[in-house]
């Protein structure tokens, strides 16, 4: 299995909603990563997991939750985001030993914030 | 901190033409790697070049890493429909597991 699975793919969410971003690899990588892309823009690094701990919070509001329950899973809860969070949210995976290896990414998620 | 520049932000080619895109560094880089995102899709990595003056080829793609490992190229050889998207270059940091990632070249053929 070379995939990392994002689900759901498209979410709608009102300012008020509760949503989790679900992330799932079975490549063995234990070095796990959300990242936020707007349009015409590179990926911006939002959390970086390695061996399930949490290594890397590049400053993100509170109202975006990481959770990785195993070093397959990686979750991502939603709570009161604004409209300026509409984005496409990336999850990626790569080894954690080895220094130059690429990330494998998932296909995102395209959130809107109503 | 590091910081990668890439140019050109677009390149508009007829089919059939060859495209490059490139990757400038004030400071060596220890590695570069090369992602492409489709349109409404996701970056998938494509290639990692360590070594000074490093040359690399998959089918009509061509990736370079200069020899004072402050530059790196991708040069596509007679554009298909299907090299259509947005081409990024990207530095991981040694320290840690960050990407630094370039603007992106955006490919477009001409109709």
């Known amino acids: 299995d070379t995939e990392v699975t994002q689900t759901p793919k498209h979410l709608v969410m009102g300012m008020t909603n509760k949503k989790s971003l679900k992330c ?19 990926p911006e690094l939002m959390f970086v997991y390695s061996y399930e701990k949490l290594s890397i919070n590049e400053s993100v509001p509170s109202r975006f939750s990481p959770e990785c329950p195993n070093s397959s899973l990686l979750n991502l809860h939603l709570h009161a985001l604004q409209p ?15 220094l130059y290896y690429g990330y ?11 | 901190g ?3 520049m890439q140019i050109p932000q677009y390149q508009h080619v007829q089919e059939g033409e060859d495209f490059t895109t490139y990757c400038n560094s004030s400071t060596t880089l220890s590695n570069i790697q090369w992602y492409k995102q489709r349109p409404g899709g996701h970056p998938v990595f494509l290639i ?7 040359v690399k080829k998959q089918k009509r793609l061509t990736f370079q890493f200069g020899e004072a490992k ?12 299907t090299d259509v998207g947005t081409y990024f270059c990207a530095v991981r ?7 630094i990632w370039g603007a992106g070249t955006k490919l477009i053929i001409k109709p």
């Open chain 2, 48 to 54: 990692q070049l360590v070594k000074s003056g490093e």
């Open chain 2, 70 to 81: 402050k530059n790196s190229s991708l040069h596509i050889t007679a554009t298909q429909t």
């Open chain 1, 84 to 98: 300026e969070d509409s984005a496409l949210y990336l999850c990626a995976s790569s080894q954690a030993d080895v």
């Open chain 1, 24 to 42: 799932e690899q079975h490549m063995g990588h234990r070095a796990m990563y959300w990242y936020k892309q707007k349009a015409k823009k590179p």
């Open chain 1, 104 to 114: 494998t990414f998932g296909s995102g998620t395209r959130l809107t914030v109503v």
């Open chain 2, 2 to 4: 590091q910081q990668v």
């Open chain 2, 93 to 99: 940091l040694d320290s840690n597991y960050q990407l």
